[in-house]
């Protein structure tokens, strides 16, 4: 298959780039910094999602090189700053909406197309159950998480007739490059543990094992859904 | 590209839809048919289909890199949105240009 993912050069991206490597299939990956990942199956590009002609431009040549897009992951997102909203400054909240929504419509849309052309396809975004458990300092990312998983649930019903489901994957705390930064400030960590359900970090694995579940042949009825990781609904 | 070159590679793109299966025939062909909107000859998957095909045989016969972007194209309201093959050639030249 040919699998896309956002946001691949570290944390959960990088994860599922390389554990989709070892299952054999070709991965096609981005972020602003450059190639971390060195395999002849994975394909890099050093790109800005919040650029819509950036991802345009992206999408398209990847369309023409590979011909199809089996699986798109939007991992990407900035995950950063734990400020309450009254303390946020104007530029922080702008450049969470431009990565954290903005890029994900434009990917979205892209690929959409292209699977809407191949009349088949498996979108997956990772979002956070920050949006469910409303946990303060988390106002801007959590509103950006929730537009995430309103994007794809009305994608899901737009593009159901074209065999292409649309879902969201919902982990609580993982250990990536992102929650360490934020486990140094504040008593972040343990904040976000006493808010999940299953009060332990949620691992990759764990993320992967539903995206596998996701994309696989048998759940093609399974769409616009939100799963959440750690967190009972 | 002019307006009646635009028109020809929209006549194209549909003829290559239609013999593919992905769209049905479209009886009475012209500029006066309505892609978008209200009277449709296209579902809305097959206005996006068409459209993306649109998109890659303007690149390749301008060789560059060209996007619709249809809140550009003249009087179209996206509240209610309404397309005919002929506004659509008309776009299609200038964005050409
Ligand atoms: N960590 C957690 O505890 C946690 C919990 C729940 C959900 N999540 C979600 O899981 C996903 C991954 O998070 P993570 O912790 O792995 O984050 P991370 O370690 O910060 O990695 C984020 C990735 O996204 C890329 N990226 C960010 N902005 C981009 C842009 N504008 N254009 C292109 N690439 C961009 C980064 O690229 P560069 O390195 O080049 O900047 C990086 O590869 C996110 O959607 C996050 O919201 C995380």
Redesign the pocket.
Known sequence: MVILI????????RYLAEYYLKKTHTVIG????ANVIMHPSYHHTQ????NESNVRSWVNSVRKKFQTIDVLIC?????SSALFLTLTPGNLMESFLK?NVA?VFYILREVSKQMIKQKRGRIIA?S?ITTATHQEGTSVYSAT?CAVNELIKILAKEVSSSNITCNVIA????K????EELAKKLEWEKEMLQKQTIQRVILKEEVAHVSDFLISPRSSSITGQVIYLGLSN | MNNNEAYELIDGVVKNLVASDAINTIDGFDEQTIVLGNGSVLDSISFITFITDIEDKLQEVTGKELYLVLNEINNFNVDNPNLTVGGLATYLATLSK
């Open positions: 956002t946001g691949t050069s570290k944390g959960l991206g981005c972020s602003l910094s790109l800005d999602l919040s991992n990407a997102a900035i995950v990565t890029g990772i956070s998480k982990p609580g705390m993982m990536t490059n992102a929650s």
